[in-house]
């Protein structure tokens, strides 16, 4: 039972205690990924960025600190309302600007057009969708031809957490998330091995074809 609780929470953390102690979580764990997830998309100062499970918002704010020239956007997704409202105030600036907006909603359900985002990233989020080709399908929609999509893992932590059950089924797997990224559009999908100082991370790549 306890397992599926903290599965939830960190799929989609909520306003209560356990919701607070996830958001530190990340705060603390996946900076590096979110870090290095927003360098190796290779963001342009002109580009229209999006962050999909942008949590408390420290993708966010890497990504923005590149965007320099006018038409630079950022654009973030997450469909915990704690985690957007968190996010909201650590970007409430640049929000009022006009340079970032968010979205409360589904990774599968995204209000934005199609062919308008350059480059997409995300860190710990694909093994929460339920339906992983459906995420995909949706992210190929809106991106550009040619634009480059990039996630961060670290697959030895989620492969201990799924075997603990916390992440039920086998969306969690690389292979399950690439081959839904084949099957929607997505070309030259890979996984490579990165390192950060003395940690060792995953790196999932994918190009829209279309």
Same mark, same amino acid.
């Given at each position: 039972?306890?397992?599926?609780?903290?599965?939830?929470?960190?799929?989609?953390?909520?306003?209560?205690?356990?919701?607070?102690? !996830?958001?530190?979580?990340?705060?603390?764990?996946?900076?590096?990924?979110?870090?290095?997830?927003?360098?190796?998309?290779?963001?342009?100062?002109?580009?229209? !960025?999006?962050?999909?499970? *942008?949590?408390?918002?420290?993708?966010?704010?890497?990504?923005?600190?590149?965007?320099?020239?006018?038409?630079?956007?950022?654009?973030?997704?997450?469909?915990?309302?704690?985690? *957007?409202?968190?996010?909201?105030?650590?970007?409430?600036?640049?929000?009022?600007?006009?340079?970032?907006?968010? *979205?409360?909603?589904?990774?599968?359900?995204?209000?934005?057009?199609?062919?308008?985002?350059?480059?997409?990233?995300?860190?710990?989020?694909?093994?929460?969708?339920?339906?992983?080709?459906?995420?995909?399908?949706?992210?190929?929609?809106?991106?550009?031809?040619?634009?480059?999509?990039?996630?961060?893992?670290?697959?030895?932590?989620?492969?201990?957490?799924?075997?603990?059950? !916390?992440? +039920?089924?086998?969306?969690?797997? +690389?292979?399950?998330?690439?081959?839904?990224?084949?099957?929607?559009?997505?070309?030259? !999908?890979?996984?490579?091995?990165?390192?950060?100082?003395?940690?060792?991370?995953?790196?999932?790549?994918?190009?829209?074809?279309?």
């Amino acid at each position: 039972m306890w397992t599926e609780k903290v599965g939830k929470q960190l799929g989609r953390p909520t306003r209560s205690v356990a919701g607070w102690l !996830v958001s530190k979580l990340f705060t603390v764990r996946n900076q590096v990924l979110e870090e290095n997830a927003v360098q190796l998309c290779g963001i342009q100062p002109g580009d229209t !960025v999006l962050e999909l499970g *942008h949590g408390p918002g420290l993708g966010l704010q890497s990504a923005a600190k590149l965007l320099t020239e006018p038409t630079g956007r950022l654009i973030g997704v997450d469909y915990s309302d704690y985690m *957007h409202q968190m996010a909201k105030e650590r970007m409430k600036e640049l929000l009022v600007g006009g340079k970032v907006t968010l *979205h409360h909603c589904d990774v599968a359900a995204m209000p934005l057009g199609g062919n308008t985002v350059d480059k997409v990233f995300h860190c710990n989020c694909y093994y929460f969708w339920p339906d992983l080709r459906k995420g995909a399908t949706e992210i190929h929609r809106v991106m550009k031809p040619g634009g480059l999509m990039v996630t961060t893992l670290r697959l030895s932590h989620v492969a201990t957490l799924a075997a603990k059950r !916390v992440m +039920p089924g086998e969306n969690w797997r +690389p292979e399950a998330y690439m081959a839904a990224l084949k099957d929607s559009g997505f070309t030259d !999908v890979r996984m490579e091995d990165k390192q950060h100082k003395h940690l060792t991370f995953q790196a999932i790549f994918a190009t829209a074809l279309k």
